[in-house]
């Protein structure tokens, strides 16, 4: 009957339970500037001086301030048990490194309702008065405070307000700010250097950000904030943002034979955040894109869909990011000047050129809806070449007359129009918003008509000097920043990644050219902190290491990001050629090993392909098809299934990790070899690691996930096998479940994605939560009657028994995710407990092992008064919290029987007091006493204490035994025992002991199973 009950609450708790929180660092991290929280400061006891606050963001920007008086206070407890930083409105202030780009901000602050009227700013600059006050108290000036700020958008906790009019509030807020452009600032709550315009209030955290976050963002990220610090907010907790399912298959991995090479993730030395892996549409999908919906849908399926199919294999490889090519128009000119019609493009201009017709390139448009509705949200537009129209030659590429460019001059402002009226059709209309845009591809490359065919030629092409490309690059900016177009200008998409950083001033050496302030092309304050080139002729054995060597240290002299936006395997590269369509693993263990060498030692934060998908016999396709404008076949690849050893399970948001070698080889070292790369999620505690075996024999390996932070672990790992010759098998294949610490083979000629996973018993469609697809899964098990080893006890059958099983972990997920700490008693020998939450052992003290017994649930524990107890870690809860646990009483004690309590302290216990009365005393010593049905003696009964801030109330079985008025505040470290006294230790048994870091509702309590 009780497992019944069980599942009754549960589906209860699902039907009202929508939304998970978030957890307690920074949902989102892209374009994160700044993270300055107070509970992050380490080394500061309460009322002392605050000279380092740590920057938790990637950039690592501290903020300080070194001369003592003008620190202000660290202040324990003040705001949801977490601290803040107090600043006396005298002097107090703090520096960090300038931020030049600054374009969202959130602040959790009040200000001291007695702070006088002094323009006391939030943010500041030693020269500037962007976030200059308004008089007396107001958020912003009318007068002083810069445009980019006033024409924002300015939030007092999710709502919007004229920050020329409303006050900063004094109670505990949430501020948040988007403006319209680009500002600096440089210190915290100081104008300038205006003596007493400094901050007379607290603060928790600051968030920056150099871009403008979406909705869904914005509301993230105040969602997270309202609830940490527990403020009454208008954000709405957003959908939690799983981790792509996985599943294990029946397939084992090879036993691994001889010494195992040890890889170990390092999540301590974190290297880039990963953006996108993604592709483009060129010149094919202006036709495939058009096919018929069965086989658009599938093709969009294998590129980006991230599903799973009823067997757990893979549906496709989840690109995460998706280029369009604004075209110059070459499919309009007439006779056609491009010879093949697969390489020609349009444009958005009308038929009399008069004007636009955005129905035009509709099957490249009706990808991007097939992407964006598989999740895919980052797209690029890039051109190769400007609208004819506006060329030198009336052409889409070039001739020797041209000069640098083919573009007009006088065309400059009008090629920077159509690109902005293009970005910002799709933004108002077709609800594709492009983050980056790219309007010069391959710059360095000639892009002449063919010299024995005059005014014909293979493909669209522009050439751009530096100066050309600087030059057009201010002319573009200004336009998007005219329009408030938030999209990024992306360059250079240099056709070799050496054009970066060697090859000459007039063409190459596009980091100095572009970021150096002294030189004549700068445009640093034009362009985002990053650049981009193509990996061709770069990717035989030779250069793969030393290239991207000699350009990861030219981009770290200027701090930059780097992103390689386009890839196939192009011409003869000595082993493998790029001509001949290939579907084997041959092409995709190269295309797999160029990757490798571009995420690990160029280390590019976003990896393109070239043709998504394409119909010609060449090396330059993920996904093939027949060369049909209407209808085909498709065909999958190799080298689409290797890509996806990356790009499925490297998701956006991720960080490259270290990889610890046993053998301590290098990359330069492995290039023939077996190549390892490791990435984790902080968010999601998801551990990856990617093997590409570049030989021709299998390597034995032993994973090591061990070190991974804040205690978070993972208890399954999932192989994914791309191999063989066989296009149809070995594609992303899921093999069997390995337990961490098990020695396995990469077999050889084959890339092995390895993910790591905390595998949660009842979760049955493995997406890594606990939920209700998990009970259709499991009807669907037991209606088919398979026996799946995959019952919530593993017990290799399916029944009543799982329904238990899967409740305790509904219970565990869906609970708010505030279940902090579960002693479930359930070993049954030993002198050793686990907390089944955090994974920390605890021990039976003055126990003989003897103790285990049959309880509510498996085993539980008998404690005899003979000062015996378990020993807990400390555990400290304020405010908001809720334990529960089973007792049941064997001996009445005229002192009361103490379950919960600290052996050393007179305070912080919970005592039972059979037949007579519960008390409650809290660190303080203050204590209450319950009163009514109290009678434990050789009866189970279910106890929850439930502290609501300045209040406490107790449950037995379900029912309320009154509200005490009393500071929720409790300490404790020992279960079965109390103050030193031994005879208030506990007589009798406990079980099923959990811990919740907030109040449970009433409802939740009714219901609770009881009996």
């Not at 640093?524 to 000699?550: M, V």
């Not at 934060?605 to 093939?624: A, E, M």
Request: net charge negative.
């Amino acid at each position: 009957m009780g497992n019944i009950k069980y599942t009754l609450w549960f589906i209860l708790i699902i039907i009202k339970l929508t939304a998970q929180l978030p957890g307690q660092t920074v949902p989102i991290k892209y374009g994160l500037e700044l993270a300055l929280a107070a509970d992050q400061i380490e080394g500061v006891s309460d009322g002392q001086g605050v000279s380092n606050w740590p920057d938790v963001s990637i950039v690592g920007r501290d903020s300080f301030q070194i001369q003592s008086a003008k620190q202000p206070l660290y202040k324990i407890n003040a705001l949801n048990g977490r601290p803040v930083v107090s600043f006396d409105g005298s002097d107090d202030y703090m520096l960090f490194e300038q931020i030049s780009n600054v374009r969202m901000v959130f602040l959790v602050v009040r200000e001291n309702a007695d702070a006088t009227a002094n323009n006391r700013c939030l943010l500041g600059h030693a020269d500037s008065s962007a976030f200059h006050r308004g008089y007396p108290r107001q958020m912003w000036s009318d007068a002083y405070t810069s445009s980019e700020v006033l024409q924002g958008i300015t939030k007092i906790n999710g709502n919007p307000v004229d920050g020329t009019v409303t006050n900063v509030p004094t109670d505990f807020s949430i501020i948040s700010l988007a403006t319209v452009g680009e500002v600096t600032v440089s210190q915290l709550t100081l104008d300038r250097d205006f003596a007493g315009r400094v901050w007379d209030g607290d603060i928790a955290e600051v968030l920056i950000y150099s871009r403008i976050l979406s909705a869904r963002e914005e509301n993230e990220i105040g969602a997270y904030l309202q609830q940490k610090y527990d403020i009454e907010a208008n954000y709405t907790a957003a959908e939690r943002n799983y981790y792509v399912p996985i599943r294990p298959g029946t397939q084992a991995m090879l036993p691994g034979s001889g010494s195992s090479l040890v890889l170990t993730l390092d999540v301590g030395k974190t290297y880039q955040q990963i953006k996108n892996f993604g592709a483009s549409d060129c010149w094919t999908v202006q036709y495939l894109g058009n096919w018929p919906k069965e086989k658009t849908g599938y093709m969009a399926d294998l590129l980006f869909s991230t599903a799973l199919e009823d067997d757990g294999s893979v549906r496709g490889i989840g690109l995460s990011g998706w280029r369009m090519n604004i075209g110059g128009g070459s499919a309009r000119k007439n006779p056609s000047t491009i010879y093949d019609p697969w390489r020609r493009s349009d444009f958005y201009y009308n038929a009399n050129m008069t004007g636009y017709d955005f129905s035009r390139c509709s099957g490249q448009r009706n990808f991007l809806q097939l992407a964006r509705s598989r999740g895919v949200d980052q797209f690029t537009a890039f051109a190769i070449s400007p609208p004819y129209t506006m060329t030198k030659n009336n052409y889409t590429f070039c001739d020797p007359s041209v000069g640098s460019t083919n573009l007009d001059p006088a065309s400059h402002g009008r090629f920077a129009i159509y690109l902005a009226d293009v970005l910002e059709h799709f933004r108002d209309e077709e609800n594709i918003d492009f983050q980056e845009i790219s309007p010069l591809n391959e710059p360095e490359w000639d892009w002449n008509e063919n010299s024995s065919d005059p005014g014909h030629a293979s493909q669209e092409g522009c050439r751009f000097s530096n100066n050309d490309i600087s030059t057009f690059t201010r002319r573009l900016d200004a336009e998007l920043d005219s329009r408030g177009i938030e999209t990024e200008i992306a360059l250079s998409d240099s056709g070799s990644l050496s054009y970066l950083y060697g090859n000459g001033d007039s063409k190459g050496n596009h980091i100095d050219q572009f970021y150096q302030q002294s030189s004549g092309n700068y445009i640093g304050e034009n362009i985002p902190g990053y650049i981009s080139s193509h990996s061709y002729w770069t990717d035989t054995a030779s250069d793969l290491f030393s290239k991207r060597q000699a350009l990861r240290n030219k981009l770290d002299q200027y701090g930059l990001n780097y992103e390689q936006t386009e890839y196939c395997i192009l011409g003869d590269r000595g082993e493998i050629k790029g001509n001949g369509r290939d579907l084997g693993i041959a092409p995709a263990l190269w295309v797999a090993r160029t990757i490798f060498f571009d995420m690990v030692t160029a280390e590019t934060r976003s990896w393109q392909w070239w043709l998504g998908i394409s119909p010609h016999d060449y090396k330059d396709g993920l996904v093939y098809t027949d060369k049909d404008e209407n209808d085909g076949e498709v065909y999958h690849s190799k080298l689409l299934w290797a890509m996806g050893n990356y790009s499925r399970f490297i998701r956006p948001g991720m960080y490259r990790a270290e990889v610890i070698r046993s053998d301590n080889k290098t990359s330069a070292d492995v290039v023939e070899d077996l190549m390892v790369s490791g990435y984790y999620s902080f968010r999601h505690n998801v551990a990856v690691m990617v093997c590409v075996n570049y030989s021709f024999q299998e390597k034995s390996v032993n994973v090591n996930f061990d070190n991974l932070p804040d205690g978070a672990k993972v208890d399954c790992l999932v192989p994914y096998v791309t191999a063989g010759n066989s296009y149809q098998d070995d594609n992303l294949q899921p093999r069997q479940g390995l337990r961490p610490g098990e020695s396995f083979a990469i077999p050889a000629r084959s890339i092995v994605t390895i993910v790591g996973i905390n595998q949660r018993q009842g979760d049955y469609d493995f997406n890594g939560i606990v939920d209700i697809i998990d009970l259709q899964e499991l009807a669907g098990q037991w209606l088919a009657n398979t026996g799946s080893w995959a019952g919530g006890d593993r017990n290799d059958k399916v029944d009543l028994q799982d329904f238990s099983a899967l409740s305790q972990n509904w219970l565990k997920d869906l609970i708010a995710g505030d279940y902090q700490h579960y002693w479930p008693f359930s070993e049954a020998d030993g002198l050793i407990t686990t907390d089944s939450i955090s994974g920390t052992t605890a021990e039976l003290v003055n126990m003989t092992g003897g103790e285990w017994i049959d309880g509510i649930k498996g085993k539980a524990l008998a404690f005899s008064n003979a000062n015996d107890y378990v020993d807990i870690p400390d555990m400290t809860l304020s405010g908001q919290w809720t334990i529960m646990f089973w007792a049941r009483g064997r001996v009445s004690s005229p002192y009361g029987s103490i379950v919960l309590g600290n052996p050393n302290d007179a305070s912080n216990y919970l005592y039972l007091y059979d037949g007579n009365y519960a008390r409650f005393c809290n660190k303080d010593g203050q204590y209450v006493n319950y009163y009514g049905d109290t009678d434990f003696y050789d009866q189970w009964r279910h106890i929850i204490l439930v502290g609501r801030d300045d209040k406490v109330e107790l449950f037995i079985d379900g029912r309320s035994q009154g509200i005490k008025d009393i500071n929720a505040d409790f300490q404790f470290n020992a279960i079965g025992a109390g103050i030193t006294s031994s005879y208030h230790n506990y007589v009798g048994d406990i079980d099923e002991v959990k811990v919740f870091g907030r109040a449970l509702t009433l409802e939740e309590i009714l219901a609770m199973p009881n009996n």
